[in-house]
Structures are given as structure tokens and as C-alpha cells.
């Protein structure tokens, strides 16, 4: 009678120990692949259940994967991620998302995530410590680890984005047409796309001009970022056509944020500066620069299947 207990009650230790493994890492969905791949340093051939936090390793073939949130996902070959639920943390290589509701690709200190139901979008990780962030179909907003928004991209655009180290009082360097909209100065920078509220000294006098702000960033939820300025500097007395269609994408992109709209009423402005962007932006520490691919992002129909693939030329 002893001994059964005993017995019994390392069953059901083990038993116990099982199910709360399996309740700390529920399944998430599955990855399939024409090759191999690996699962926490397991090999694995054609496909396999993922659980919560699982790291997943493409070698020469890329893996696709289907979460149980209906969001889709391909694994470019000699990519490297850890999965979860709501988001994907792309540590090297690149991924693509479709489909993907709330899902979000993190890349570095970033987070990346669709501002539209039809979204389609890539995110590349460089060795020298960049981001590309390309919206193949629909709107793409990209934030940094606090909330700060960093861009917003619109269908065709791609940026790059260089995180620093700055520590809380990263710097911030936007440029664009100075608004003075009843009492509060509007900022919408050229390269990001993002509106601002500019805070600080000597603006008035500015109102109308194109401009370079110099400060920090204070993020504020569901509202625009606010820049603080230490400094004010003029680039023209006019507002180029550049500055004047970039405040118009970006009240697009904010207001179709705001409703959920997708950012479709800026799409057209974005478009039109696309290739003429020269310069980049610093918010919150973030470089923010035109990639090379802005103007050469396509889709293209796989082979495999009914999916687009990604086709952006000059790569």
C-alpha cells in the first residue's frame, strides 16, 4: 500500500509538472518549410507546432508561419526569430507579415506593425545594426521600445533605421514646414512622415518657413508626440512642395491612425515625395533615413501558392 502511494505520487508529480510546462508554453501556431530548420537547436524537417517563445532558425530554404491569430508570416532563409503570440522578435535576417490583425515584428529596439487590414510588409536586420522597414501593400507605423512614433510608410515607401543608444533624453532632429494652427505649432517631418507638436521659444516668427527642429521627444498616447525644441533653424521662407505634401501625408497618416482608417488619405502626398527625400530625421535617438529600395517595392505572385512574395528591385 506504501509503495503505491509512493508510486502514484511521483506520477502525479510528474503529471503536474507536464501540464504547467505545457500552460507556460501554449501553441501559437504552426511553421512549415521546403527544407529544414531549427527549433531551439532542434532540427526539424517540413513542419512543426510552435509553442509560446519558441526560437526559430531558417537555414537555405525559407520557413512559412500560420498563428493561430489568423496573422502569416515567411522566414526569409538564414533568419533567425523567437516567436510569441502577438509578436515576432527578429533577431537577425528578415521576415515578412501579412494579414496580421495587431501581430507586430520587433527588430532591434523597434517594433513594426500594420495600420491597415491588408497590410504586407518586410523587415530586414543588418550586421552593421540597421532596420529596413518596407510597406509592400497598405500603411506600416514604426515606434520605438517607449511608444515614440518613428514613421509612418505608406504603400511602395521603405526606410532605414539606425537605433543609438541615447538614453532617456534621446535627441530628436526633424525638418519640415513650421504650421501655426490656432495656437499650436505643427511640425510634419519630410523623411518620417510623422506629425509633431512643437513646444519652446521663437516660433511664431517661424510660422510659414521651412524649418530644422533640434530637441526631445515626449511621447503622448493616441495623440501627437510633442517636440521640445532647443533650437530652431531656418532652411527657407517657403514651404518647398516637398514640406507642403509631406504635412499633408502626415495629417493623412494621423488622422486615419486616429480612426483606423489606414492612413489612406495620404497615401497620394506620400507617393509624391517618395524619390525626392534626400534627408533623414533623428527621433528619440532613432536615425531615420530613405532607403535605396523607396521607389522599387513591388509584389509579385509566388509560385507556391496565392501569397505575394517580395520583389523589391535594386537589391
Known sequence: MHRFTVQTLIVLILVANLSLGMAASPAVGVVTARGSFIIDDSNIAGNATLFEGN??????????????????????????????????????????????????????????????????????????????????????????????????????????????????????????????????????????????????????????????????????????????SSSVKQLSKKCSNRGKAAAAAGVGAAAAGAAGAGGAAGAGAAGGIGAAIATHAVIAGVIVAGAATATAVAVVKSNEDSSPSISPSGR
Open 55 to 228: 526560437r526559430i532558425e531558417t537555414g537555405k530554404a525559407s520557413s512559412r508561419l500560420q498563428l493561430n491569430t489568423g496573422a502569416r508570416l515567411q522566414l526569409a532563409a538564414e533568419s533567425r526569430g523567437i516567436v510569441y503570440r502577438d509578436r515576432l522578435v527578429l533577431e537577425k535576417g528578415s521576415s515578412r507579415f501579412e494579414k496580421a490583425g495587431t501581430y507586430q515584428v520587433e527588430a532591434l529596439s523597434l517594433r513594426i506593425s500594420p495600420d491597415g487590414e491588408n497590410t504586407a510588409a518586410e523587415i530586414s536586420v543588418g550586421r552593421s545594426g540597421v532596420v529596413q522597414v518596407s510597406a509592400l501593400t497598405g500603411p506600416v507605423r514604426v515606434t520605438a521600445a517607449n511608444g515614440t512614433l518613428l514613421a509612418n510608410l505608406e504603400a511602395g515607401r521603405s526606410l532605414n533605421f539606425t537605433p543609438e543608444d541615447g538614453g532617456p533624453a534621446a535627441p530628436t532632429t526633424v525638418t519640415g514646414c513650421l504650421e501655426n494652427s490656432s495656437g499650436k505649432f505643427l511640425l510634419t517631418d519630410e523623411v518620417s512622415l510623422v506629425r509633431f507638436e512643437v513646444m519652446g521659444a521663437g516660433l511664431a516668427k517661424e510660422a510659414g518657413h521651412r524649418v530644422q527642429i533640434a530637441g526631445t521627444v515626449t511621447p503622448v498616447p493616441e495623440s501627437l508626440s510633442q517636440v521640445h
